[in-house]
């Protein structure tokens, strides 16, 4: 088998020449699986301009959740593919900077395991310790790498993948007064569920008032959306969270708004529907019906798109001064059991 064999891989690098005159395309770092050498692509286009706020779409994180990279290479698809024909969206572009990076974790991908190559659970890895109530093991462990959610060795850099991810962030997202991130995961629930920080604890981030403005944006724009919107915390706690730590370093400089988003799509529903899922590993991640692969794909496009477009908008909907103490009372009202000291 040779690393071609990687099907989300070949799907990108088809996207990547199809719209080669409109993307600027880099190999991060590269991470080997036995005899293999997988490539981590970032992609951007749009206005390179630091002025422009940027939305950045990261995918493959754990390598059993296809779905979650199928649906960021579907979305830079059907960009590349409008490229081609729709002037609306040549004008979006002189506004904004889209970043990709759908396949984070291409070695993990391969070997099917969530974890990456060198056991380690990318999303425990970061240098961030939970506070109270995380759960034993899933919370993120240091006990071993044959064990799910190894964090990796106590005072080890993060681990090849997470360190892509936080050279792309810094260098095209927090290089910029604002700017969105989603992350695209599977596996949780029934429901697809938008998750922000934190993951590490029960406590609301500073920007809540912006994250609560932007559901109120969707929720008007997008009235009969499925979406559960709410802190991760609200699940379960987490060691190691990558996105609560690069949410913590954009805050170091006063004044910068990133607001980092998980996609968790509920695969549950997919195995109430065909049981027989439950008994194959990425049948637990996946959707495994061609039809149900499609309407999930197809569902997404829209909350990617409005994303885009929210970014490319901020200055019209993010609340000001005066708004934004009546948007964390109703944030704190929805989310934390109401107001906090
Ligand atoms: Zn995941």
Known sequence: MTAAALSELVDLERIIELGARHLDVRVIREVNVLDRRFPIHAITLGNPSPAVPAVGFFGGIHGLERIGAEV???????????????????????????????????????????????????MRNAPVEGTGGVPYLLGGQRISARLPWYRGPVDAPM????????????????????????????GFGIHDRIWFPYAHTVKPIAHLPE???????????????????????????????????????????????????????????????????????????????????????????????????AVCSHARWIPSEALRQDHLTRALDLWYGGPKP
């Not at 889209?98 to 056991?119: D, K």
């Not at 706690?237 to 170091?252: F, I, K, M, N, S």
């Not at 637990?284 to 197809?298: A, Y």
């Open 159 to 186: 681990e090849a993948e997470n360190l892509a991810v936080c050279q792309l962030v810094e260098e095209e997202l927090l290089a910029r007064d604002f700017s969105i991130a989603l992350d695209c995961h599977s």
């Open 211 to 309: 994250i609560h403005a932007l559901r109120a944006i969707f929720d008007s724009t997008h009235p009969n959306h499925r979406y559960i919107f709410e802190p991760q915390s609200r699940q379960y706690l987490t060691h190691g969270d990558l996105w609560d730590h690069l949410y913590q370093r954009a805050c170091a400089e006063p004044g910068r708004t990133f607001l980092p988003l998980t996609l968790e799509l509920g695969s549950w529903l997919w195995i109430k529907k065909n049981p027989r899922q439950l008994f194959s590993r990425r049948g637990m991640f996946n959707p495994l019906v061609e039809h149900r692969r499609q309407r999930v794909l197809r569902r997404q496009m829209a909350w990617l798109d409005f994303l885009t477009r």
């Open 72 to 122: 960021v290479i579907a979305y830079l698809g059907s960009l590349v593919t409008r490229l081609q024909w729709d002037a609306t969206l040549h004008r979006q572009l002189e506004s904004v900077r889209l970043v990709f990076m759908p396949l984070v974790n291409p070695g993990g991908m391969w070997l099917g395991t969530r974890a990456n190559p060198n056991g380690v659970d990318l």
